[in-house]
C-alpha cells in the first residue's frame, strides 16, 4: 500500500496525547462541573479529556473548559454525526474520537482540520480508517476484545504502517501498565478517574487522586521503557 498522504491527527496533537499518555473520559450532566472536574485532573496531573457528546450540556461544558482551563487538552468523544463534528470545531475541539469507524465522519474531521481517532477492533475496521488517512485510532471496546494479545496479533499485517493506538473500554489503573508498556500506545483512556457518579458528588479530591496514581504510573512505566 502507498503511504497516505492526508493525516488525520496533526503531529502537534500526536505528540501531545503521547507526552501525556493518559486521557479521562468525561460524562457531564451539569454545566457547573465543568471546571472543576477539569482543575481536579490537571491537579493530578492530566491534562487530556475525552468529553463524550452523550448529554445535551456538552457542548457548553467544552466552551467553559476552554475558557477557563486552557491548559486542558479537550478532546471529545461519542462522535456519530457529520453535524457533531462541525459543532466541536466550532468549540475549538483539539481532538476528537469516536466508538466506531465511518467513513463519513473521518472525512468530515479532516475536512474541518480536526484531529480524530475513529474506534476500530477488527482488521477490516483498521483497512477503512488507514484508507482514509488515519494513523492514530481508537482501540474500542479494548478489554472485551481481548486487551493487548489481541491488538498485537490484530495490527502484525499492519505494522509497516506505523500505527498507534488509544484503548478505552475496560482500562483501568490495574491494567493501565499492561497497555503503556507496549510501544504501540500512545495513551490510554478510561472513565474510571471521574467517572460519573463523582462528578455528579463533587468528589474532587478523589478525581484528583485517581488523575496522579495514573500519572505516577505512566511515568514509573515510561522510565522503565
Ligand atoms: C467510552 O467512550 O465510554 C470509553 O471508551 C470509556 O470506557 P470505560 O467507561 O470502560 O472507561
Given at each position: 500500500m502507498q503511504p497516505i498522504a492526508q493525516q488525520a491527527m496533526t503531529p502537534e496533537i500526536i505528540e501531545k496525547i503521547d507526552?501525556?499518555?493518559v486521557i479521562a473520559v468525561l460524562v457531564i450532566d451539569d454545566v457547573k462541573h465543568a471546571v472543576?472536574?477539569?482543575?481536579?485532573?490537571?491537579?493530578?496531573?492530566?491534562?487530556?479529556?475525552?468529553?463524550?457528546?452523550?448529554?445535551?450540556?456538552?457542548?457548553?461544558?467544552?466552551?467553559?473548559?476552554?475558557?477557563?482551563?486552557?491548559?486542558?487538552?479537550?478532546?471529545?468523544?461519542?462522535?456519530?454525526?457529520?453535524?457533531?463534528?462541525?459543532?466541536?470545531?466550532?468549540?475549538?475541539?483539539?481532538?476528537?474520537?469516536?466508538?466506531g469507524c465511518?467513513?463519513?465522519?473521518?472525512?468530515?474531521?479532516?475536512?474541518?482540520?480536526?484531529?480524530?481517532?475513529?474506534?476500530?477492533?477488527?482488521?477490516?475496521?483498521?483497512?477503512?480508517?488507514?484508507?482514509?488517512?488515519?494513523?492514530v485510532l481508537k482501540y474500542f471496546p479494548a478489554e472485551t476484545s481481548g486487551g493487548m494479545p489481541h491488538l498485537e496479533s490484530m495490527v502484525a499485517p499492519y505494522s509497516y504502517l506505523g500505527l498507534t493506538f488509544i484503548p478505552l473500554g475496560g482500562c483501568n489503573i490495574k491494567n493501565a501498565a499492561t497497555y503503556l508498556e507496549s510501544p504501540l500506545i500512545t495513551a490510554i483512556g478510561g472513565s474510571w478517574i471521574a467517572k460519573r457518579p463523582l462528578i455528579q458528588g463533587e468528589q474532587w479530591d478523589t478525581i484528583t487522586k485517581n488523575a496522579q496514581e495514573i500519572s505516577d504510573l505512566i511515568k514509573k512505566v515510561r522510565t522503565k521503557k
Open positions: 507526552n501525556t499518555g472543576p472536574t477539569a482543575k481536579a485532573l490537571l491537579k493530578g496531573g492530566v491534562d487530556a479529556i475525552e468529553l463524550t457528546l452523550r448529554t445535551p450540556v456538552a457542548l457548553d461544558a467544552a466552551a467553559a473548559i476552554k475558557k477557563e482551563v486552557p491548559e486542558m487538552t479537550l478532546g471529545f468523544g461519542t462522535l456519530l454525526t457529520v453535524d457533531q463534528v462541525k459543532a466541536i470545531a466550532d468549540v475549538g475541539a483539539d481532538f476528537a474520537v469516536a466508538p465511518n467513513p463519513k465522519i473521518i472525512d468530515e474531521a479532516h475536512k474541518q482540520g480536526l484531529s480524530f481517532a475513529p474506534g476500530i477492533m477488527t482488521p477490516s475496521e483498521i483497512e477503512i480508517a488507514v484508507e482514509h488517512g488515519c494513523r
